[in-house]
């Protein structure tokens, strides 16, 4: 049995030894899981290219224990190499456990949002900003910042947050300019509350921060740098132009003030996506106005990525010069399974694992289908957008009602996963969040003859009507359905291990990608300090770890 290993990542050493061990665990499983699609899982027949002994073992384990396997959860039963496997990889993921940012930032003071502050923010959201703000404002005030800047803004809670909550000057960035008009609009509420509650404390009117917006799309480190240039506290007319809809900016926007005398400024970023939470950290390193960042990534899968050795990489990943030198690419297919969540898949009941896998099965045979009659169409890498939500409400009720016969007749529904019934979908996915219900087959029963309910040739024909019709194909009378799910079904139930084998090394590339973030920070020496923080519950927020970064001035050092 493999020995846990504890990785350190304190020093650029120590977190290059960590990503090393992992790219060489990794570097033997991107052919069998990582670059193979499960749609092609019955078209390749992917099951044979995986252990014998582990796919034997794992299509005759109870659905609950699949599920468990991205959180490393192994049982007594299963192979030693199987065991082996899922162990040492689940030792170099990064824990993401929600940390005690009290401990961790000293001074940090985190306040409950108000009713106010809180309108209009889902339980997830209000989580998370509470956290994240009290971090950014802890973190500002350690650089002494005189303005930060909410980067991917979306409609501004953290922004106003940080404004009306902390007292900070904020400017919040987006590229939408509806989000900027939501941002403006509520903070113009928000703000009649507070001017309320200061008139009747009779307080200041003059310390009361509100949010400016401006709407802008950041593509790169020039444009984030010119905005951060130009849109630190100025005088009115100043912050008047900024507010105009400029969708390049690319460096045209010119700073009336003096560039040496520019006040120190935050970038703050609430699961800013792909190459945003990227752009950044760069932007921190090279404009001297930044003195701290506090990045929360998301959204992996469209991370841009190059394999040069050599030079500068203006690319998503990797972001690392020891990275880079290893050669190493990911592909679309790894940042895809980087984005999948342990918590999210042992939050799942039976059920909704069933629907899970049942989909990815149903997505796997409309494969071949295409392959046989439409090869033209494959060619295209065809998308045919989220599908069994309407079967799952078809169908919901007959779950209540087949368990209700099943109790009355005290049979023993085996819970483990029916070969008629799999979901093709992801869990946590950024960019694959699908769910379909399954049937419970009887054919899984012990000892209920006569008792058999198989919709599941039934299904899979509307989820091939609805893709065909999304792609805007019109079913020929040659396309023979049966024949397809005939040839499928027999392999259905290894759809479920090979998929939960697959999903467990997504939160391990999910570290590499952190990992190389922090090292990139780690290896700029000694005038700056980053570390990794996760700030979240993972139940609740599964992105939960930020990057925060200081740059060491050494004014403030010997203070």
């Known amino acids: 049995m493999t020995e846990e290993r504890r990785y350190s990542c304190e020093t650029a050493a120590d977190t290059f030894k960590w990503i090393n061990d992992i790219i060489n665990f990794l570097n033997p499983y991107f052919s069998i899981f990582i670059n193979a699609h499960v749609v092609h899982f019955f078209k390749d027949r992917l099951w044979e290219n995986v252990n014998a002994e582990w796919i034997d073992c794992l299509r005759r384990e109870p659905v609950q224990n699949l599920l468990l396997i991205p959180s490393g959860v192994v049982q007594d039963q299963w192979p030693a190499s199987l065991k082996d496997f899922i162990l040492k990889l689940r030792s170099m993921v990064l824990c993401q456990e929600q940390a005690d940012i009290n401990m961790a930032l000293p001074g940090l003071r985190m306040t409950s949002l108000n009713r106010v502050l809180a309108q209009g923010m889902n339980a997830k959201k209000r989580h998370e900003v509470e956290a994240l703000s009290a971090v950014v404002s802890t973190v500002a005030e350690s650089v002494r910042a005189h303005a930060i800047l909410d980067v991917g803004a979306g409609q ?17 960035i987006d590229a939408c300019s509806h989000h900027g008009m939501v941002t403006d609009a509520r903070a113009e509420r928000i703000k009649k509350h507070y001017k309320s509650k200061m008139v009747k404390s009779r307080s200041d009117m003059q310390s009361l921060n509100i949010p400016k917006t401006i709407t802008c799309r950041v593509l790169s480190i020039e444009s984030l740098k010119a905005l951060v240039e130009t849109s630190l506290p100025a005088d009115d007319l100043e912050q008047s132009m900024l507010k105009g809809e400029n969708q390049e900016h690319k460096g045209k926007l010119h700073c009336p003030s003096d ?13 800013a996506c792909g190459d945003l939470s990227v752009i950044m950290l760069k932007t921190f390193l090279d404009c001297r106005d930044v003195k701290a960042v506090v990045s929360i990534g998301c959204c992996y899968n469209l991370l841009s990525e190059e394999t040069s050795r050599d030079g500068e990489s203006q690319c998503g990943f990797p972001m690392s010069h020891a990275v880079r030198s290893t050669g190493l690419s990911l592909g679309k297919s790894a940042r895809d399974l980087a984005c999948q969540s342990a918590e ?20 796997a045979a409309f494969q071949m289908v295409l392959s046989k009659y439409y090869p033209k169409v494959v060619m295209s890498t065809p998308s045919i957008g989220r599908k069994g939500k309407a079967l799952r409400r078809q169908n919901q009720r007959r779950y209540t009602g087949l368990e209700l016969h099943l109790k009355g007749s005290a ?30 087959s009887s054919n899984e029963s012990a000892g209920c003859e006569g008792t058999k309910i198989d919709n599941s040739f039934e299904n899979f024909e509307k989820f091939c009507q609805s893709g065909l019709s999304h792609l805007g194909i019109k079913r020929s009378n040659d396309v023979n359905l049966q024949s397809i799910w005939k040839e499928a079904e027999p392999f ?68």
Not at 344 to 363: C, K, P, Q, V
Not at 415 to 429: C, H, L
Request: hydrophobic share 40%; aromatic share 8%.
């Open 492 to 559: 259905a139930d290894l759809v479920g291990p090979y998929w939960s084998l697959r999903a467990a090394l997504g939160p391990l590339l999910e570290t590499l990608i952190l990992l190389d973030r922090l090292l990139f920070l780690q290896e700029q020496g000694s005038v700056l300090e980053a570390y990794l923080l996760p700030i979240f519950d993972p139940n609740i927020s599964p992105r939960n770890v930020a990057i925060i970064a200081k740059k060491i001035d050494k004014d403030l050092r010997s203070s």
């Open 411 to 440: 049979c023993h529904m085996r819970q483990s996963f029916p070969a008629e019934s799999k979901t093709e979908g992801t869990f946590g996915s950024a960019s694959e969040n699908q769910t379909l219900p399954g049937e419970i």
């Open 156 to 172: 501004g809670y953290l922004a106003q947050v940080l404004a009306f909550q902390y007292q900070h000057p904020v400017i919040a």
């Open 259 to 271: 560039a040496n005398n520019r006040p120190p400024t935050v970038l703050a970023g609430l699961h």
């Open 344 to 363: 999210r898949w042992r939050s799942l009941d039976m059920h909704a694992g069933i629907h899970n896998f049942e989909l990815h099965t149903f997505r």
